[in-house]
């Protein structure tokens, strides 16, 4: 009896996952695996590119965790340079091009997995593709702007929006001595947290040195008579810039999924079921940055893309394929990221998220230590909470802070998942000592004051 063969289309996190569990639960005689990979690079880590960027990781090497050799040792026929162009869901085949020789050809099927990834918000504007602008979300766009850095001699960069690649990419030009502007439609830095919590992180930028602009529209990009960029133009002033980069956000890469007539949702990711199947179709998974997931508070279809879901994401696409079974039940919206020494942290529903949920909620900022007051170098820190105003559900929490910090939003995620209401936060048995906590640790006194927010509102 011949092999079957899955194809996967995306030779990252998801894509190399899936491949690998497959081939744990299968052998090369029963499973034959192709996988289609446009780059030069594969499972690697695109949260490190800011900080390879930056400097603090020394090497592009060290952000991959399996080789293409590696890969192949495990009997995958991993293609690289190979660029997937259409999906004939019908014949059950997958047509692709060798960008190296030019030559395409068809791949037949009796599985697929689409890991096509998510690019860089790329708006179409005057200039956005000169020389010297960069959006940065794979290995190849990471060596790309390191390439414009070291041959570019002025030393101003503006970095096009303000969330989490926004604000570590700002950190990372910091790092190299650049004159560094942040330019944000946003009401505040960080969209991914409430205004009146991303003041906080824009205080914390100005005193670093960075200038951060925001309600600001960029509307074109300038260049200088050699054809590179030369500044960012807004409708009020121009920021002179030798290097641009975008840090708009990602959408989806889907649209060959799009044209094969997959399913899509509404902010363009594929759709599946829990077992990471495109639903309505029973032999094609999709998993990574190209698909919509659950968000488990407020029970709507979200786009996340995060190396850890992914990963996740890969082992359960692979368990599918190897013959088990697995499921993803979704996400609560957990990410932390840093700007120096300023760490950031959300997990759960924005204020503006939580209306559009139709939920009401009552909401409890504090501002604490990362330590004992009277411990030495003890550093306040911000924490924001959101709760069902009937219920006392926890919603959401938002962290802004020093060092320990972030990570203590994994408290609010578990309890997220759990589905804890702010009371029961705050009976949490949590570690304490002086070095890493008040005796009431931050994230409970948040609780606290949400506590008596909610028996407030419904009195």
């Known amino acids: 009896m011949a092999a079957e063969r899955l194809v996967v289309i995306g030779g990252d996190a998801a894509g190399m996952s899936a491949a690998s569990q497959a081939r744990r639960m299968r052998g090369p005689d029963d499973l034959e695996i192709v996988v289609f990979e446009r780059g030069h690079f594969t499972s690697y880590s695109a949260c490190g590119i800011p900080y390879w960027v930056g400097g603090e990781v020394a090497e592009r090497d060290k952000l991959i965790a399996r080789t293409p050799e590696e890969h192949r040792e495990r009997d995958i026929d991993l293609r690289m340079r190979t660029e997937a162009l259409e999906i004939d869901t019908d014949g059950r085949r997958v047509r692709a091009r060798d960008l190296e020789s ?154 060959l999924a799009r044209a094969a007539g997959l399913p899509l949702g509404e902010h363009g990711g594929l759709l599946t079921d829990r077992a990471m199947r495109v639903r309505g179709h029973q032999d094609i998974w999709a998993g990574g940055d190209c698909v919509e997931v659950l968000d488990l508070v407020s029970g709507r279809e979200r786009h996340i893309a995060l190396g850890t879901h992914a990963n996740k994401h890969g082992q359960i696409i692979g368990s599918g394929v190897g013959g088990g079974y697995a499921t993803f039940p979704g996400v609560v919206g957990t990410a932390v990221s840093k700007v120096c020494d300023l760490e950031i942290a959300r997990t759960g529903l924005r204020e503006h998220e939580a209306r559009e949920a139709g939920l009401q909620f009552v909401t409890a900022t504090i501002e604490s230590t990362n330590s004992a007051g009277y411990y030495p170098g003890a550093a306040v820190m911000a924490v924001k909470m959101l709760a069902e105003r009937r219920t006392g559900r926890l919603l959401g929490v938002q962290i802004v802070g020093r060092e320990g910090a972030a990570k203590r939003v994994d408290i609010a995620a578990v309890a997220l998942t759990a589905g804890m209401t702010v009371e029961q936060v705050v009976t949490l048995d949590l570690g304490y000592a002086p070095p890493f906590s008040p005796v009431w640790d931050p994230v409970l006194v948040a609780a606290r004051k949400a506590v008596s927010a909610v028996r407030a509102a419904g009195s």
């Open 102 to 255: 030019g030559e395409e050809s068809w791949t037949a099927y009796d599985k697929l997995v689409v890991a096509t990834g998510a690019r860089p918000v790329r708006p179409e504007l005057p200039g956005i593709d000169a020389p010297g602008v960069h959006g940065v979300q794979t290995l190849d766009d990471g060596q790309a702007l390191l390439d414009t850095l070291t041959s570019t001699s002025g030393r101003r960069a503006v970095i096009v929006g303000a969330g989490y690649i926004g604000v570590e990419m700002a950190e990372a030009l910091l790092r190299r001595d650049y004159e560094v502007t942040v330019v944000t439609r946003g009401e505040e830095p960080m969209s991914t947290l409430d205004p009146d919590m991303g003041r906080l992180v824009h205080e914390a930028m100005d005193a670093m040195g960075i200038t951060t602009v925001t309600g600001a529209e960029v509307t074109k990009i300038l260049t200088g008579e050699d054809g590179r960029v030369r500044a960012v133009a807004t409708a009020d002033a121009e920021y002179p810039a030798d290097v641009v980069v975008l840090g708009i956000g990602v959408e989806p890469r889907t649209e």
